[in-house]
């Protein structure tokens, strides 16, 4: 899992480490307000699962589902 503002190129580290996500788990990342982007990708990053570009985090929790 990689999340960078919206406006850098650059992906950084891998939020999720050594843990995985099984389908249908949750996992909460605590992040500032703005925008932001957020991509999910396999273990080996070589296939991107899912992305969402822009995601705007206010004051109240935001919550991104994939499926």
Known sequence: ??????????????????NTLNPGASFGLPVPQGSWDVQLTECDRTQVLAESRGVVVGANPTVLTYE
């Open 1 to 18: 899992m990689f999340i960078s503002p919206n406006n850098d190129p650059n992906w950084g580290e891998d939020r999720l480490g050594s």
